[in-house]
């Protein structure tokens, strides 16, 4: 089971995978207890960058009605490792800045191996790392290090204050991709949201920024958004779909399908 907040996050975030489809080549199933443990690794690690690693489970294939569902027109089989098969594990392997966590401590590494899969010379499939204060858009380092993925990059971007030297960076063009986002809400309406909250989450609104404040984290800061996008090494943008312990994504059925 995961947060109320989450899953309903998860299933917009569905709805929103569903209706852009055409914009993409291939998907990945993640489900939703995974991504929350990658939101409470990246919020305990604020504001520092978190990389980790992710594999996929062979024996749990993406099911046939969800993948016909979300596949678009110019849909392309075998693109990546581990396409078509369910997300089974995510590992933290370092924390740091932008320029030192996608190189991975000693035991993460395969070592024989090392320089031919790049910096991160690793055994895993599929890497997530995070934006602090950024969206969750490839930089050119981002690039580089995709090369060597076999399967796919994520990014996970987290709005959140006090930004210390690390202001929200939007000036960045690309598809824009968001996890959650709370509307302006007065502060009655906070405090009668309490019982929903998750339990890092303490208000709605902070001292010195009244920006819609989703929760806070473990560190103290106030999350005040979250965007979440994959991409190939190739260049091309990778459908997340976010599914439960039956593999349907949340949200399911959606209206568009349900009323066919």
């Not at 995974?34 to 489970?57: K, Y």
């Not at 979250?226 to 997340?240: D, K, Q, T, Y």
Request: proline content about 7%.
């Amino acid at each position: 089971m995961v947060e109320e907040w989450l899953a309903r996050a998860m299933s917009d975030y569905n709805r929103a995978s569903l209706e852009k489809k055409e914009s993409y080549v291939a998907s990945l199933h993640m489900p939703g207890p995974i991504l929350a443990d990658l939101v409470d690794w990246c919020f305990q690690s604020l504001p520092d960058e978190i990389l980790v690693g992710i594999e996929v489970d062979n024996s749990k294939p993406h099911r046939d009605e969800v993948d016909e569902l979300f596949k678009g027109a110019d849909h392309r089989h075998g693109l990546f490792a581990g396409q078509g098969s369910i997300i089974g594990e995510a590992h933290l392997v370092n924390r740091g800045d932008s320029y030192s966590v996608h190189h991975l401590p000693e035991e993460w590494t395969d070592g024989l191996f090392t320089e031919s899969r790049g910096a991160r010379g690793a055994r895993f499939t599929h890497w997530l790392h995070t934006h602090p204060n950024a969206p969750a858009i490839p930089s050119g380092a981002d690039a580089d290090a995709a090369q060597s993925t076999e399967g796919v990059d994520l990014i996970l971007g987290v709005d959140f204050s006090p930004a210390g030297p690390l202001p929200w960076y939007d000036d960045i063009e690309g598809e824009r991709r968001p996890l959650a986002k709370d509307e302006q809400k007065g502060e009655k309406e906070a405090e009668n949201a309490g019982a929903n909250r998750p339990r890092w989450r303490s208000r709605f609104f902070g001292r010195s920024d009244r920006r819609p404040v989703l929760g806070k984290a473990p560190t103290g800061h106030s999350i005040h958004g979250l965007e979440l996008i994959a991409f190939h090494r190739s260049g091309v943008g990778i459908n997340v779909i976010f599914v439960d312990e039956e593999g349907l994504p949340y949200g399911w059925p959606f209206q568009s399908d349900a009323t066919e």
